[in-house]
């Protein structure tokens, strides 16, 4: 299996400010997933990133709120820009691992906006 | 448009008691199902997924689930519960072989002695 880390796992920021967070894969993967999980919810994607293009944002969010970065085939980025307390959420990673025909999750990025 | 629903928000059960965890999705196109669970405070786990061949699909935990595809469904059981089994659970969907995937709402199972 893919074993996906994300930091950092939790953190409490001010409303205006901006955080970013990491995600790393211990293989090569094509494609890598962002996904926002509101409290008490189920989880929403909220982009696709690909190594060597551009991010492919869902219905409702859009690259000046939430930049992706993805500079090689193990690691990405989500930027939650000039957050709001509606921001307040868990943002997870995942990737597609081919050989196993399946999704593997990060643990998970627990934000609280003030 | 494709979607996923899981009809029961909620399911309370008495531990060793059996348990069905309903899902059905809207589409016509070629299907991968998964259900995965999430304990309190921790990531998501796949539980099972079908893919292709044997409708019926074994999981871990004792879980098990059966692809109907006349009725779009993907029902997740389990013969007799445990209290370690109380968690939410989400359906997920990928539709005609994209690799992303659709989730439903979730349903929290709660087992009580």
């Known amino acids: 299996s893919a074993v996906i880390s994300q930091k950092p796992s939790r953190d409490i920021c001010q409303r205006g400010t901006s955080l970013t967070i990491q995600c790393q894969v211990d293989?090569?993967?094509?494609?890598m997933f962002w996904y926002r999980q509101q409290p008490g919810q189920s989880l929403t994607l909220i982009a696709t990133?690909?190594?060597?293009?551009?991010?492919?944002?869902e219905s409702g969010f859009v690259i000046d709120k939430f930049p992706i970065s993805r500079p090689n085939l193990t690691f990405s980025t989500l930027t939650v820009s000039n957050m709001s307390p509606e921001d307040s959420s868990i943002y997870l990673c995942?990737?597609?691992?081919?050989?196993?025909?399946?999704?593997?999750f990060g643990p998970g990025t627990r934000l609280t906006v003030l | 448009a494709q979607s996923v629903t899981q009809l029961d928000s909620q399911v309370p059960v008495f531990e060793e008691a059996p348990v069905e965890l309903r899902c059905n999705y809207s589409s016509s196109v070629s299907v991968y199902l998964f259900w995965y669970v999430q304990y309190p405070n921790q990531g998501l786990q796949l539980l099972l997924k079908y893919l292709s061949g044997s409708t019926l699909v074994k999981g871990i935990n004792g879980f098990e689930a059966e692809f109907n595809k006349s009725q779009t469904s993907f029902h997740l059981r389990k013969p007799s519960v445990h209290i370690s089994d109380t968690a939410e659970y989400f359906c997920?969907?990928?539709?005609?072989?994209?690799?992303?995937?659709?989730f439903g709402t979730g349903t929290r199972l709660q087992v009580f002695p």
């Open positions: 990133a690909n190594q060597g293009s551009e991010a492919t944002y």
């Open positions: 293989s090569q993967v094509t494609m």
């Open positions: 995942s990737s597609m691992v081919s050989i196993y025909n399946e999704q593997f």
């Open positions: 997920a969907v990928s539709f005609d072989n994209t690799d992303k995937l659709i």
